[in-house]
């Protein structure tokens, strides 16, 4: 089966203390970027990679991704005004032959090789998969500063990426989307609003995002630990 992972690297990030888009962030030593495509080149059962970003950061992600292209090819797409913009440009760079396809946050390093495989396992299965993890606290609802309920957390599931899908659904649902002038969180939600069942695959609460400085200093602590 041919496996293609699209990256989506585009966010600067309005919580995060820089001017830098958060990809380009330095974690020990490298961009965050880097770190975050090393998973998906090392995997043996994804054929090549899709990484999108805005375009004036082209040739600066094609710099900083050389080394990793010379084993695993990898190609950059200009990004969208959205998330969900981009994926769908990503989709368009992918050949007819692709059989699944793994989308992933590029700010989102520590996912594992195992959950990777673990995801596509079940995409083969299931055609739609995301990786996630039971929620164990207590969650509130707020308004205005105030509780107004106590949320029964029993099947309630935080979610990540890579989120990994039957190429040609997840086409077909985006080009919808785009054709119905619908905007989505993730893309678990476009594919449940066109009627594909989404399934869960329990994973590490780890594989966490970029997006406070503190996310960044854990992100540097699992990076260490993993080395």
């Known amino acids: 089966m041919k496996n293609v992972a699209i990256i989506t690297a585009g966010?600067?990030?309005?919580?995060?203390?820089?001017?830098?888009?958060?990809?380009?962030?330095e974690v020990n030593?490298?961009?965050?970027?880097?770190?975050?495509?090393?998973?998906f080149v090392a995997h043996p059962l994804v054929s090549n990679i899709i990484v999108t970003t805005p375009e004036d950061s082209i040739e600066q992600t094609r710099e900083l991704l050389l080394e990793q292209s010379r084993t695993k090819s990898i190609s950059i797409v200009t990004g969208g005004p959205t998330r969900q913009d981009s994926v769908l440009n990503g989709i368009h760079a992918l050949d007819d032959d692709t059989d699944l396809v793994l989308i992933h946050d590029g700010v989102r390093p520590i996912i594992s090789l195992e959950e990777i495989s673990l995801l596509i396992e079940l995409g083969r299965k299931y055609k739609g998969v995301i990786p996630a993890h039971k929620i164990k606290n207590t969650v509130k609802e707020v308004v205005n500063g105030k509780v107004v309920r106590t949320v029964d957390r029993e099947r309630l599931y935080e979610v990540y990426t890579p989120q990994v899908f039957d190429y040609k659904t997840i086409k077909e649902c985006h080009l919808k989307a785009k054709e119905d002038e619908v905007y989505f969180t993730d893309d678990a939600a476009l594919f449940?609003?066109?009627?594909?069942?989404?399934?869960?695959?329990?994973?590490?609460?780890?594989?966490?995002?970029?997006?406070e400085q503190v996310d960044l200093d854990f992100i540097s602590l699992l990076i260490n630990s993993n080395q």
């Open 192 to 211: 449940e609003n066109y009627g594909y069942d989404v399934f869960v695959a329990e994973t590490s609460p780890y594989n966490i995002k970029l997006t």
């Open 29 to 39: 030593g490298r961009a965050l970027i880097c770190w975050t495509v090393d998973k």
């Open 11 to 25: 966010g600067v990030g309005t919580r995060f203390s820089t001017n830098k888009k958060k990809q380009f962030v």
